[in-house]
C-alpha cells in the first residue's frame, strides 16, 4: 500500500515562493497519478494539479495562471509543488493524495497536510 507525507509548509510574504514536497513509499508506483490538493479555512477540499508517475504528463486546476508547477522525482520518489507569485488567498492546508486520472477523485487516505501562510 502506498503511503504518502507531505512535507515543506511555511509562512512566506505575499510574491514569495515556496516548494512542498510529496513522499511516496510503499506499493507499486507505476501507475499512479499523484495530485495535490488544498483547504483554505472554512472552505471544501480543492484540486491543485496532478501528475502521472509513468511519464509524468501535468494536469492543473488553473493552468492559465502558470503560478504552480507540479514534477516528479523518480530517483527520490517525490511529488513537489513550486508555488511562486504567492497571495494570501493561497494560504491554505496541502494535502498529497493519490488519484483517479480524469476524475482526481482521491484513492488513498489524507495525511497531516502542510500549512501555508501567505501573509506579509
Known amino acids: 500500500q502506498v503511503h504518502l507525507t507531505e512535507t515543506g509548509g511555511a509562512t512566506v510574504q505575499p510574491g514569495g515562493s515556496l516548494t512542498l514536497s510529496c513522499a511516496i513509499s510503499?506499493?507499486?508506483?507505476?501507475?499512479?497519478?499523484v495530485a495535490w490538493f488544498r483547504q483554505a479555512p472554512g472552505k471544501e477540499r480543492q484540486f491543485v494539479a496532478a501528475?502521472?508517475?509513468?511519464?509524468?504528463?501535468?494536469y492543473y486546476w488553473d493552468s492559465r495562471s502558470g503560478r504552480f508547477i507540479i514534477s516528479r522525482d523518480t530517483s527520490k520518489n517525490t511529488v513537489d509543488l513550486q508555488m511562486n507569485s504567492l497571495i494570501p488567498e493561497d494560504t491554505a492546508v496541502y494535502y498529497c493524495n493519490t488519484v483517479v486520472v480524469g476524475t482526481y477523485a482521491a484513492t488513498g487516505s489524507w495525511g497531516q497536510g502542510a500549512q501555508v501562510t501567505v501573509s506579509s
Open positions: 501528475i502521472t508517475w509513468n511519464g509524468g504528463k501535468a
Open positions: 510503499g506499493g507499486t508506483f507505476s501507475d499512479l497519478t
